[in-house]
């Protein structure tokens, strides 16, 4: 069976540090990739995705991903934390059908 | 922009009610999904749909049912509700032709 792993349930940052969320998936064949936010109390909103094409992928509010077939990872990365970039955070591979890992909540220190 | 829209933003109800959770989206999206959400567990797919009247079981399918009588909207029921129910549900709907789901606000349900 497919499967995704995010490395780490919570991730606490200063504001201005680097952000890196890690996610690694289980398969031979690369899938299409993603990454989604949650804020409190709402629904999944799409960051970024790999579907062909660069592995560097650019997403919504400076963050951006990179897949790596060798290591079968798609880390997240974001330079500088910003008190607003508090959230929850899930990989998710397309393998024909969805997965998502277990998520990764940021939280972000002054 | 898609809209996916859900009836409820938080319900309570009482073991063994039946219940009606329903999911709206404005794109023509062919494929709409319901996926509930528990801590330390991601989101897990309950049903799908790919057309209208058609529904496939996802992961955990069991005390659900759902249906699908008209393109936009995609319904999940709870035919007897439990306590181990309880959780957040997220509908979520695509086009064929693309990978990427949009995801409505979500239900938080709490049954007592």
């Known amino acids: 069976a497919q499967s995704v792993t995010q490395l780490g349930s919570h991730v606490s940052v200063s504001e201005g540090a680097l952000v890196l969320l890690r996610c690694n998936y289980s398969?031979?064949?690369?899938?299409?990739l993603f990454w989604y936010v949650q804020y409190p109390n709402q629904g999944l909103q799409l960051l970024l995705k790999y579907t062909t094409g660069a592995t560097l992928v650019k997403g919504i509010n400076g963050f951006e991903a990179e897949f790596k077939k060798s290591e079968t990872s798609f880390h997240l990365t974001k330079p500088s934390a910003h008190m607003s970039d508090a959230a929850e955070y899930f990989c998710a591979v397309d393998f024909n059908k969805f997965y998502f890992g277990s998520g990764t909540k940021l939280n972000v220190k002054p | 922009d898609v809209k996916v829209t859900q009836s409820s933003r938080y319900l309570v109800k009482r073991t063994g009610e039946k219940v009606f959770l329903e999911c709206v989206q404005d794109?023509?999206?062919?494929?709409m999904f319901w996926y509930r959400q528990d801590p330390g567990l991601g989101l897990r797919l309950i049903y799908f749909s790919y057309d209208v009247k058609m529904k496939e079981k996802g992961d955990i399918p069991e005390g659900y049912s759902v249906s699908r009588e008209k393109k936009e909207r995609f319904s999940l029921i709870l035919e007897s509700a439990s306590t181990n129910q309880t959780s957040m549900y997220l509908c979520?709907?695509?086009?064929?032709?693309?990978?990427?789901?949009?995801f409505g606000p979500g239900t938080r349900l709490t049954v007592l």
């Open positions: 398969s031979s064949v690369p899938p299409y």
């Open positions: 979520a709907s695509k086009t064929s032709g693309s990978r990427e789901q949009f």
């Open positions: 794109m023509d999206h062919e494929n």
